[in-house]
C-alpha cells in the first residue's frame, strides 16, 4: 500500500521529511570492474571491446563488424510497421520543432568605455549517446538525445547499443536513422563509454557523452567526467500528480501508473485537495493493477514508493511540490496555469487534465531527459544547450584600456600578481608615450 | 626551457601530441580523507566543523562565530584603500552589466494542433560559493561567481572560506559585500563543502555550489555533486597567444607571464607565422623573468609546460588552437575578427593585441571561471546559465491530443510500456463517446 499523508495530521511533516528522505536507488558499488575495464578498453582497444561484448552480450564481432552499416540498418529497419514508422516521424518532428527554438542567441555590443564584448555559441564537434538494450531500450529515448545534438550542430552522432545475442531493436535503430544519427556501434556497458570517451581503432572518441544506462554505465560515466562532457547521471524516474477532486479517477490513476510501470524504484505521488478523491484514485490505482502488463513492476513500486497526500487547499500542494522538486509535474486542475506559476522546481509541468504524462514521453514536443531525485532545484532536463558551448569575447580599445587598465592593475596589485598588471602597465605606457 | 616547435619540422605532430598529453597536475588521492570528512560533518554538524577548523586553520570557533557578521565584515573592510574599493566597484560594475545580458528568456507558443509548449526559466534558490585561503584567495573570483548568481536572482548567498589562524583577507570581504553575497562562514576545505551540500545547525544547506579549491575541495565537489549543482572541476590554467611579427614581444611576453604566474602548472602557449619574433619573445620573457616578483612559480610553468611553436600561416594557427581548445585565446594579429571566427574550441578569446588577457581577469566583464584542460570542446565559462533552471511547459488540448495520442500509443506499445499508451486512450475515448 502506498502512504496516505494529510497535511493536518499532526506527524505530517515527519512522514513527508520520511517520504522525502527515502532512497529509492540500490547503488552497486561496481567501480573497481568499470576502472577495469576503462583501462583495458584504453591499453588495447578494439580487441578489448571484442571480447568484452562475447563475454557480456554473448556475441563474437570483429573489428569490422563493431559497426552496424548503413545497409545493415536498412535491412533491420525494413520490418517495423508502417504506423510505427509514421508514429516515430510525427514524434521526431515535434521534437525537433520544440527544439529548434532552444538555439542560443550570439551577442555583440561595444560598451560606453569603447571595448567591444559578447560571446558566441558554438556546436560541440562530436557526441556518443548511450542507448540500453534489453527492455529499457526506448527508441523516444534515441529521438530525445539525437535530435536536440543534431539541432545543435554536432556534425558526428555516434551510438553504442549492446545487442545481447546479436538482438537489435529495430525501433531504435528507425529512430536513430529518422533523428540523423551517423554512427551506430553494437556495444554496450562500461565498454562502451570507456571506446567513447578515448577512442579505439574503429570508434573515433567523442566531446560528449549522454544517455541513460545501468550502474556500470552510469559509474562509467562519472569516471570519464572531465575527459568528455556528460549530461545528468539519472536516478529512477518520478511523477508528481496535483488533481482537484473533478477529475476522472481512472485518468489519475493511469498517471500515476504510467510512471511506476517503468521501474519498480519509480516513485508516484498524488497530492489532491480532496481526501476522498484521494481514496477513489487508489482504488482506480488497484483496479488497474489487476490486469496492466507491467503489474509486478508497477504493483512494487506503487506499494514502496507511491504515496498520497491530502492537502488543505492549492497553496500548500505547490510548497510541497517545490519541496519533491519532481521530474514530472503534472497540474489536474481547474486552472493549471496559475499552479504552475507558484510551482519553481520542477523538471516539466504538463497542464491540465488533457495533458497526461505520456504525451511528453514521446510526442509532446518538450526533451523527456529530465531531472530526478529532485534535481530540479539547480538543474533543467537535456536540450540543445548540452550540445553547445559559448566562447566569450572581448576587445578593448587603447581607449577603453587607459578607461578601465588602472583598475585592473590595482586589483593584479592587491592579488600579488605582478604580471597581470605589467601586462596592462606596458600597453599604457606605450599610450602615453610621446609619438614617435 | 619552453619547447619550441615548427609544423614544418618532420617530427612537429609528435611533439605537438605529446604537448597536448602533458599531464600537468598532481591529483592526489585524498578521496577517503574527503569521504570521513563529509560523513562526519553530516553526523555531527557544527561540532564536527568547529573541530576541523581547529584542526587545519588552528582556529577555535564557536557556533556563534562560525559565521562571520555584518560588523565584523564592516569592521575588516574598513581598512581597505580608497582606490581597491574604486577599483572593486569598477570590476563589479561591468561584470554585473555584462552578465545582466546573459538572462535566458522564457517562451511560450502554441502549435498548428493545438498545443501549448514553451519553457520557464527560474532562479536556483540557494548557492553556495567556495573561496580559498592563503595565496589563491582573490577577490575577483568572488566578483566573478557571486555576481551571476545573484544577477540570476538567487535569494540566499552563502561563502566558504578558511581563515588559517584567523586571518582574514580585507579584500574578499569586500567583494563579498559589493557583490551582494547574503552569508559568509569561515569554514574551508572538504567541511566547507560538506556545510553547503548537507547543512549544519547553522549553515543551512544550498542547491548550488560553485568556486575553485584544492584537491580536498575537489574530491568534495565531486563527491556531493547530485545532493547539489556543482560547477566545473577547474584544472590548472592555460593561455594560448597567437601573435604575429607586428607585435612588442615584450608585450606578448607579460601575456604569458600572466598565466604563468599563477601555478607552477600553468601553461602558456604563443604560436606565431614568425619563428624570429617568436625567439625575441622568448628573449622577451627571460628577461621579465630575472625581475618578476613571482618569478620561481612562472619561471618552473614556463620552463616545464610552456610553448612557442611556428606556423606556415594564420589558418594553421586557427587549427592547432582549437585541437588545443585552450581556456584563454588572445589574438595579436592584423585582423583578430577574422581569425576568431576560425577558432571554435576556446573559453574566452581576446581580441588584438591591446586586450591583454588580465583585462579579462578583472574589469572586461566577461567571467573569468572559463574551461580547463581542453574541455572548452564541450563546456562553457560560469554564467547566469549555472544559476538558473529550465521548466519545460506542455499544455494540450482535446483536439490537440486527438491529433497526437494516437502516435503516442503506438509508441507506447513498441516500448511495451502499456499504461503509457491507457492513460492517452482513456482520455480519447472519452472525446469519441458521445456526449453525455
Redesign the interface.
Known amino acids: 500500500m502506498p502512504v496516505f499523508l494529510d497535511t493536518r495530521d499532526p506527524d505530517f511533516e515527519e512522514r513527508f521529511r520520511a517520504l522525502l528522505g527515502t532512497k529509492r536507488e540500490d547503488s552497486p558499488d561496481v567501480d573497481d570492474t568499470v576502472a577495469a575495464i576503462i583501462a583495458d578498453v584504453r591499453a588495447r582497444g578494439d580487441a578489448a571491446l571484442i571480447e568484452l561484448t562475447e563475454r557480456f552480450d554473448r556475441l563474437r564481432l570483429t573489428p569490422e563488424t563493431l559497426a552496424i552499416g548503413r545497409d545493415e540498418v536498412d535491412a533491420i529497419i525494413a520490418d517495423v510497421p508502417e ?2 514508422r ?3 516521424t ?2 521526431a518532428e ?1 521534437i525537433r ?2 527544439h529548434a ?2 538555439m ?1 542567441e550570439d ?1 555583440r ?1 561595444t ?1 560606453p568605455e569603447g ?3 559578447g ?1 558566441r555559441w ?1 556546436a ?2 562530436s557526441a556518443g549517446l548511450y542507448v540500453p538494450g534489453g ?1 529499457a531500450s ?3 529515448s534515441v529521438l530525445m538525445n539525437a535530435i536536440p545534438a543534431k539541432v545543435a550542430g554536432v556534425e558526428r552522432l555516434a551510438i553504442c547499443v549492446p545487442t545481447p545475442d546479436g538482438q537489435v531493436n529495430p ?1 531504435v535503430m528507425l529512430a536513430a536513422r529518422i533523428a540523423g544519427v551517423d554512427e551506430i556501434y553494437r556495444v554496450g556497458g562500461a565498454q562502451a563509454i570507456a571506446a567513447l570517451a578515448y577512442g579505439t581503432e574503429t570508434i573515433a572518441p567523442v ?2 557523452i549522454t544517455g541513460p544506462g545501468n550502474a556500470y554505465v552510469a559509474a562509467a560515466k562519472r569516471r570519464v567526467f ?1 575527459r ?2 556528460i549530461d545528468m ?1 539519472a536516478g529512477p524516474s518520478e511523477i508528481l500528480v496535483i488533481a482537484d477532486a473533478d477529475n ?1 479517477p ?2 489519475i490513476a ?2 500515476l ?2 510512471q ?3 521501474d519498480k524504484s519509480a516513485q508516484s505521488i498524488l497530492v489532491t485537495d480532496d481526501a476522498a478523491f484521494g481514496r477513489k484514485v487508489a482504488e482506480a490505482v488497484d483496479a ?1 493493477l489487476q490486469t ?3 503489474r509486478a513492476v ?1 504493483g512494487e513500486s506503487w506499494r514502496d514508493f507511491g504515496a498520497v497526500i491530502t492537502v488543505r487547499d492549492l497553496d500548500e500542494a505547490a510548497t510541497l511540490s517545490d519541496r519533491i522538486a519532481p521530474e514530472h509535474l503534472e497540474l489536474c486542475v481547474a486552472d ?1 496555469e496559475a499552479l ?1 506559476a507558484r ?25 523527456h531527459v ?2 530526478t ?1 529532485r ?7 537535456l ?1 540543445v ?1 548540452d550540445f553547445v ?10 581607449e ?2 587607459a578607461a ?5 592593475e ?3 596589485r ?11 602597465a ?2 599604457r605606457e ?1 599610450l602615453n608615450a610621446p609619438e614617435s
Not at 578601465?404 to 585592473?408: F, Q, S, T, Y
Request: glycine share 8%.
Open positions: 504506423a510505427d509514421a508514429a516515430l510525427l514524434a515535434r520543432a520544440y527554438r532552444q542560443p551577442a555590443w560598451d571595448a567591444t564584448l560571446w558554438t560541440v564537434a527492455i526506448y527508441p523516444s525501433h566531446d560528449k572531465g568528455v562532457g547521471i476522472d481512472d485518468w493511469l498517471d501508473m504510467s511506476a510501470e517503468h488497474r496492466l502488463e507491467r508497477a493549471p504552475s510551482c519553481r522546481h520542477a523538471g516539466a509541468i504538463f497542464l491540465g487534465a488533457w495533458t497526461p504524462e505520456a504525451i511528453g514521453d514521446y510526442v509532446g514536443g518538450p526533451n529530465l531531472p531525485a534535481s530540479a532545484r539547480f538543474s533543467s532536463g536540450s544547450m558551448k559559448r566562447t566569450t569575447l572581448a576587445q578593448m580599445t587603447p577603453a584600456l578601465v587598465g588602472p583598475a585592473a590595482r586589483l593584479a592587491a592579488e600579488s600578481l605582478e604580471a597581470h598588471g605589467l601586462s596592462v606596458a600597453r606605450k
